[in-house]
C-alpha cells in the first residue's frame, strides 16, 4: 500500500507540479502582456510629447519669422528716413551757407556806410567776426542736433 500511496502522491505532485506550471505560465503571459501594453502605452506618450513639442517648435519658428519681417520692415523705413533726413540736412547746411555769405556781405555794407558817413556809431572792422555778428559759430553743429524732428 504504502507504493501505491507514494506512486499516487508522486503522481498527485505530478499533477500540481503541472498545474502550479501552467499557472505559473499563465502568469507570466499575463505579465508579459501588461508588460508590451504598458510599453505601447509608454511609447504612445512619448510619441504625443514629441509631437507637442514638435508643434511648439514650429510655432516659434513662425513667431520668429514675422518678428524678423517686422524687424526688417522698421529698418527700411528707418533707412528711408535716414536718407530723407540726411537730405534735408544736406539742403539745410547749403542755406545755412548761403545766409552766412550774405549776412557777411551786408556786414560789410554796414561797415562801408559808416564809414562813408563818418557817424560815432562803432566801426566793426571787416573781419571774420564780423560776418559772425549773430553768433554763426554756434551753427557749426549739425542741423540735426539743434531741431530734433523726424520725417516719415
Keep these: 500500500?504504502?507504493?501505491v500511496t507514494s506512486s499516487g502522491s508522486s503522481e498527485g505532485?505530478?499533477?500540481s507540479m503541472c498545474g502550479d506550471g501552467l499557472n505559473l505560465q499563465a502568469q507570466m503571459e499575463k505579465k508579459r502582456k501588461r508588460r508590451k501594453e504598458s510599453n505601447r502605452d509608454s511609447a504612445r506618450r512619448s510619441r504625443m510629447r514629441k509631437q507637442q513639442h514638435l508643434d511648439e517648435l514650429t510655432s516659434q519658428v513662425?513667431?520668429?519669422r514675422n518678428k524678423k519681417q517686422q524687424l526688417s520692415m522698421a529698418m527700411s523705413?528707418?533707412?528711408q528716413n535716414l536718407?530723407?533726413?540726411q537730405a534735408q540736412n544736406s539742403v539745410?547746411?547749403?542755406q545755412k551757407m548761403e545766409l552766412e555769405s550774405r549776412l557777411c556781405a551786408l556786414a560789410e555794407i554796414l561797415m562801408s556806410m559808416n564809414s562813408i558817413t563818418n557817424?560815432?556809431?562803432p566801426i566793426v572792422q571787416a573781419t571774420s567776426s564780423a560776418c559772425d555778428i549773430f553768433g554763426g559759430s554756434s551753427w557749426s553743429q549739425p542741423i540735426d542736433l539743434l531741431y530734433p524732428y523726424q520725417c516719415f
Excluded: E, F, I
Design 1 to 3: 500500500m504504502l507504493s
Design 77 to 79: 523705413l528707418t533707412t
Design 83 to 85: 536718407v530723407a533726413v
Design 62 to 64: 513662425d513667431q520668429l
Design 92 to 94: 539745410l547746411q547749403t
Design 13 to 15: 505532485t505530478r499533477s
Design 119 to 121: 557817424t560815432s556809431a
